[in-house]
């Protein structure tokens, strides 16, 4: 029988929300397996000294958890 965990993240990128997305998984995948859903729970961005937009974007990620 297989445990599903869920953990919550956020994502930032200077180029879309799609973007902060992905670079929540990325860094995600780094620790973590067995990842099988992403939600996307809020998008938001933050207007930075010079017009720079930052994208934020906040994932729930659910992984499998593995048997010790």
């Known amino acids: 029988m ?5 953990i919550e993240l956020e994502g930032v990128s ?3 929300w ?4 992905q670079e929540a998984l990325r860094e995600a995948a780094k620790t973590l397996r067995g990842i ?3 939600d996307i729970l809020s998008t938001s961005a933050s207007i930075l ?3 720079r937009i930052e994208y ?6 659910t992984f499998v ?3 010790r």
Do not use: E, F, M
């Not at 934020?56 to 990620?61: A, C, E, F, P």
């Open 14 to 16: 200077d180029l879309s």
């Open 36 to 38: 099988r859903r992403l």
């Open 56 to 61: 934020r974007t906040q994932v729930r990620l």
């Open 65 to 67: 958890q593995s048997a």
């Open 18 to 21: 799609k973007a902060a997305a």
């Open 49 to 51: 000294d010079g017009g």
């Open 2 to 6: 297989a445990v599903l965990n869920t």
